[in-house]
């Protein structure tokens, strides 16, 4: 699979993400917990897309957030969302703790940052990673000792698989059981996170 596959389907998705996106954030919140995203931590958002997270990240005073993404369209409209997000923030009395939001377009697998993270949020991404051991190897090192990687979705295994295999069959793999999962992680991660139910996926631990 080439990346200019992902890059274009993404691309073309991009105008639209948005409008198709549905928030849930119930999930979300358990999500965020589980991954212990808390106030003052620096974030790694591997393929964020738009910026779904941003508004989540900034409710939680985190201090910075590190976003990457392939897709040039969709790292374009999560600037935008981003320069809203501050002027908005602007107006209230938190805009003081408006977090340092960095977007970059590139790939998470290869990228050389220039610090390390707190948590590595891999959000409804993981299936696009077509080698899942490279991501993993790349996001352990891209880590701060203790730090925490979160392999997070907000649907379970079935309804995400069937998502895919409608509109994204050539652009993703199923998504690995969660014991596969956890044994391709264990090398580098002590995992203390296994969520797999009808609503949602993680898989979630501290780098050794
Ligand atoms: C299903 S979208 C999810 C976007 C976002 N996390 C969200 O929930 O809205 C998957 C994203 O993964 C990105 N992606 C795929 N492979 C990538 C890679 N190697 N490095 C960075 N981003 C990648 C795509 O460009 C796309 O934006």
């Known amino acids: 699979m080439s990346q200019e596959k992902i ?7 991009a105008p639209y993400w948005d409008e198709w996106a549905i928030r849930k954030d119930d999930i ?7 991954a212990k995203i808390t ?3 620096d974030v790694l958002d591997i393929a964020c897309g738009t910026g779904f ?6 409710k939680r005073n985190v201090h910075s957030v590190t976003a ?30 408006y977090p340092y939001i960095k977007i970059i377009c590139g790939d998470a697998q290869t990228y050389q940052f220039d610090q ?13 990673f077509m080698e899942p ?22 649907m379970g295994r079935q309804e995400l698989d069937h998502h895919h295999q409608k509109k994204a069959s050539e652009i993703s793999i199923p998504l690995l059981h969660q014991d596969d999962l956890v044994k391709l992680m264990t090398p580098y991660f002590d995992i203390d996170v296994v969520v797999a ?4 996926f993680q898989v979630s631990g501290t780098k050794k």
């Not at 997270?53 to 900034?58: A, E, K, N, T, V």
């Open 7 to 13: 890059i274009d389907f993404f691309n073309k998705c």
């Open 28 to 34: 979300l919140v358990q999500l965020f917990d589980n």
């Open 116 to 128: 390390q993270f707190d948590v590595a949020m891999i959000f409804n991404a993981f299936p696009h």
């Open 133 to 154: 051991e490279k991501i993993i190897t790349a996001t352990a090192k891209n880590l701060k000792y203790g730090g925490r990687i979160a392999i997070s979705h907000d």
């Open 53 to 58: 997270l941003f508004s989540d990240y900034i």
């Open 68 to 97: 990457i993404d392939l897709s040039p369209e969709m790292v374009r409209i999560a600037r935008e969302k981003n320069k809203k997000l501050y002027n908005n923030t602007q107006q209230t009395t938190s805009s003081e703790n």
């Open 197 to 200: 139910t009808t609503d949602m």
């Open 39 to 41: 106030a003052g931590i």
